[in-house]
């Protein structure tokens, strides 16, 4: 059973950077794909990143493009989502999370449907 927890997140102004972590056990940690979601009350979890196994693939939602980047440590079983440029649309709450294991398909899944274990989840609160 695989075991995800997120930490990182806060509040802070706009304009500001976070560094959210979220540290696996459980599992083959490099066989699977991870993803960063948020989701806002009465909306749909949204994946804002996403990261392959070996981190050499990665995808951006559109409204974070340029600033967030998703990073993988494989040796330290975490994978990272800096975020940069806040801005007060980026409040939500952020989850991690991982698919069962692979080896061979896509790099990487962007839908909530597609991974298998979800943290408890970070608030990020931005102020204006």
């Known amino acids: 059973q695989v075991q995800l927890v997120e930490s990182g997140g806060g509040l802070v102004q706009a304009g500001g950077s976070l560094r959210l972590s979220c540290a696996a056990s459980g599992g083959t940690f490099s066989s699977r794909s991870m993803g960063w979601f948020r989701q806002v009350p009465g909306k749909e979890r949204e994946c804002v990143a996403a990261?392959?196994?070996?981190?050499?693939?990665?995808y951006y939602a559109d409204s974070v493009k340029g600033r967030f980047t998703i990073s993988r440590d494989n040796a330290k079983n975490t994978v990272y989502l800096q975020i940069d440029s806040l801005k007060p649309e980026d409040t939500a709450v952020y989850y991690c999370?991982?698919?069962?294991?692979?080896?061979?398909?896509?790099?990487?899944?962007?839908?909530?449907?597609?991974?298998?274990?979800w943290g408890h989840g970070t608030q990020v609160t931005v102020s204006s």
């Open positions: 990261i392959s196994r070996s981190g050499y693939n990665t």
């Open positions: 999370a991982a698919s069962v294991t692979y080896y061979s398909g896509p790099s990487y899944y962007t839908r909530a449907s597609q991974y298998a274990y």
